[in-house]
């Protein structure tokens, strides 16, 4: 209960410049002003606000229908059954590539043109990202898709919106390049074309080797992506995507929650999210120069570092990460690019975001959330650093040195129920944090619990001005190392004394069999004075009954070994 109330002081993070970050759609007066919307609108019975049943796929559709014509003049609708995007968690996208574009971490890309280029991987009937960056920041589009029904539907959505055609084009996913060759040029799935400068150089070693640490039920094998579907020549700023995220449709109909309709090309692929955006590094690196930026959607943080690995290993020059947070839906956005940097990037000491979090799942009943706050306070303290922990709150508040940083990176403190912390500051029970001097760093941890065997950890840097903010991010990375190794390692323990007692239950089993005369002969006749009462555990420790049987037995085996002339 404690964790609900917590969450419910920290709203969902959203982009500053959504338009719905201060003013979140109001129902009411959409009701009011769209009477085709009035009959999904209700008032809630606890609260009295007004709402809408987000498991009705025509309440959500008709929903994304009025704000983008309130908000955006934009003419819009889909087919029973297509996927429906929810309009401040696609802006939210949108911003994020726009901060991308104005940032000067990699050069920019000549033979765009004026403006602003995007290609929209997979653009679906609904249209939602070429529609929104064209309305909103002016920009030019490809959309691509494989269905008849999405690409005629994304056509008409922008033929109904005479004021950005012209911006934006619909391209069918096809391959442009002659399949029907044989030889060499021809494309067997996993692979992607390159030409023939590009097949002797580097670049080729780096796409096989992301092919051989896929996972090969992994593989995505459907239709063309990038390469195959980008023309010769054309130049992009950027790519985007909202790939399919399950594995099976049984998988994608888990939510009970909410209805966004959504088809098997759309929802679906073998592999999941992991194997289509892996196709989407594969491509990039034969279209390294094509885009200054190659961004997707990713739907599970699991597969976040994984693909960010992955991206390592085929040399970008800079990988950014980003959360979409809106209502109870979270997402992560990845963004990475080969293009030379600007400037040099000191990833230590410039923080790319203020906050930090990881799942810690499948835990037994022995790992609370309070068991977990008090492993987090004691990782810190054995670094010497100050902890000022709140139980009520499920809060930990941490002021760290320079010392006590490196001590952490570079030593890695094993948590102890014994440390004691040189904090100079009083400890309290309240939630102010710590002071925070320039020098030092200064940070909060906060454990909820999502559903029974699963903690978020989540942590935040409330002072970016510390010299030491950029240490954040690889202190944390070390704290979830820790506290899942701790974890696992009293698993375990738990685990061999469980063992243990089914052993000696075993054991006691055993010696009910022997006769007292056979247990007086092994030298334990206590033992078995204890057996025929039946209270061995009373009288005898379990400790002492495994000791006397050991010493026995390794006399019996001694005597019979020096008869046998061994």
Known sequence: ?????????????????????????????????????????????????????????????????????????????????????????????????????????????????DGVRGFDIGTGANCIYPLLGASLRGWRFVGSDV?????????????SNPHLSDLIEIRQAEDILPREETGTDQL??????????????????????????????????????????????????????????????????????????????????????Q??????????????????????????????????????????????????????????GLGWSFMSPTRKMITSQVPEKNHQSFMLEGLQRQFGAMQVLKLVESFFLASGACCKCNLSSFIVDINASHQNCDAILNYGPHISGECVSQCPYETTSGTNSLPSPLDELSFRVSVFEQIPGTLLVRGSLPNRQSRLSGLFSSIFQKLEET????????????????????????????LRFLSLDELEDMGIKRISEALSTEQISLKIPWSLVVAYFSVSVVACMFTFGLGMDI
């Open 483 to 510: 506290l899942k190794k701790e974890i696992k390692d009293k698993g375990n323990r738990r685990c061999g004394t469980k063992q243990a007692v089914e052993w000696q239950g075993s054991l006691l089993q055993d």
């Open 275 to 332: 194997a289509f955006i892996t196709r989407i590094i594969e491509d990039s690196v034969a279209l390294k120069h094509s885009f200054r930026w190659f961004t997707s959607m990713v739907g599970r943080k699991a597969n976040l570092k994984l693909l960010t690995s992955k991206l390592r290993e085929v040399g970008v020059s800079v990988v950014k990460t980003t959360e979409f947070v809106q209502g109870y839906t979270c997402r992560w």
């Open 147 to 159: 269905t008849d029904v999405a690409l005629e539907w994304a056509q008409r959505n922008v033929e």
């Open 1 to 113: 209960m404690q964790s609900k109330k917590r969450r419910r002081l920290e709203p969902p993070s959203i982009h500053p410049r959504n338009r719905y970050s201060e003013n979140p759609p109001d129902f009411h007066l959409l009701a009011s002003l769209y009477p085709s919307f009035k009959p999904y609108v209700f008032s809630s019975p606890r609260d009295g606000r007004a709402r809408i049943d987000w498991t009705d796929f025509n309440a959500t559709r008709e929903l994304t229908r009025v704000l983008l014509l309130h908000d955006h003049s934009l003419n819009w609708w889909i087919p029973d059954g297509q996927l429906c995007p929810t309009v401040p968690n696609r802006s939210n996208y949108i911003h994020w590539i726009e901060d991308l574009l104005s940032s000067d971490v990699v050069e920019k890309i000549d033979g765009c043109g």
């Open 188 to 273: 067997l799935p996993g692979e992607i074309a390159l030409n023939s400068e590009e097949k002797l150089s580097n670049d080729s070693c780096i796409v096989q080797k992301v092919g051989m640490i896929s996972d090969e039920r992994k593989v995505y094998q459907g239709p063309p992506v990038l390469v195959g579907v980008v023309r010769d020549g054309e130049k992009f700023d950027f790519c985007m995507c909202n790939p399919p995220f399950f594995e099976s449709i049984a998988e994608a109909g888990r939510n009970p929650k909410s209805s966004c309709g959504g088809t098997l090309e759309e929802m679906v692929c073998p592999g999941g999210e």
